[in-house]
């Protein structure tokens, strides 16, 4: 990979992203139920161990699932990496180049939706998860903006080569803005522990 900071005044390349979301359903009444509040000793209630070990476990469970299906036609493509954290939502993102690369993406998230599903009900855990998957192209019409900066980096320009090629390797350092990511989170209001949803530009593909 080129030094960053050489392309800093090279216009970014087209490139697709794949967002997945995973939620945890009924949270809210897990949170409120005596088993949610319950205590051992003097450690926080149940809940949010529960909630730690999704932030932790789920990510860790959907790469190594990519890996196992990951294989050649999928070029230099890696796992979707973590993007947000909102309450109990994880969303990931990570730029697809083909057609192979989306679908092995897309079929670990969701073989990593049925595991964790799994696991809560074996530890009699109150909860299910639903996901939502859906795409964005950027530099246009999508644009990609920076968050946080580390001092003595040099300034990344909107839509420049540099600032995509840094969003792909820390999506959780950049926020993702346009038409097709607030289609993406409308479309995954709409899902389901039964029913994984598509944006229709990712069904199609």
């Given amino acids: 990979m080129p030094d960053i900071s050489e392309l800093k005044f090279v216009p970014a390349n087209y ?9 945890l359903s009924g949270s809210t009444a ?18 949010v161990t529960v909630f730690q070990q999704f932030y932790s476990d789920f990510p860790a469970l959907f790469g190594r699932e990519f890996q196992k299906q990951a294989n050649g036609s999928i070029g230099s493509d890696g796992c979707p990496k973590l993007w947000k954290a909102v309450g109990d939502e994880l969303v990931f993102c990570g730029t697809v180049s083909n057609q192979k ?15 964790y599903r799994k696991r809560l009900l074996d530890e009699d855990v109150d909860l299910n998860v639903k996901g939502a998957g859906w795409l964005a192209a950027f530099p246009e019409p999508n ?9 003595g980096a040099p300034e990344l320009h909107s ?38 949803v598509l944006s229709v530009q990712l069904a199609r593909l």
Avoid: M
């Fill in 15 to 23: 490139r697709v992203r794949l967002y997945l979301s995973v939620d």
């Fill in 30 to 47: 897990f949170k409120n139920s005596s088993s949610g509040q319950s205590r051992q000793q003097n450690s926080a209630p149940h809940w």
């Fill in 101 to 115: 690369a989306c679908i092995v993406a897309l079929n670990s998230f969701i073989r990593t939706l049925y595991v």
């Fill in 143 to 151: 644009r990609t903006v920076q968050l946080r900066t580390v001092a």
């Fill in 159 to 196: 839509a420049s080569e540099a600032l995509e090629l840094a969003a792909d390797k820390s999506p959780f350092d950049y926020d993702f803005l346009g038409k097709a990511i607030d289609t993406g989170f409308r479309v995954a209001s709409r899902s389901e522990p039964e029913r994984f």
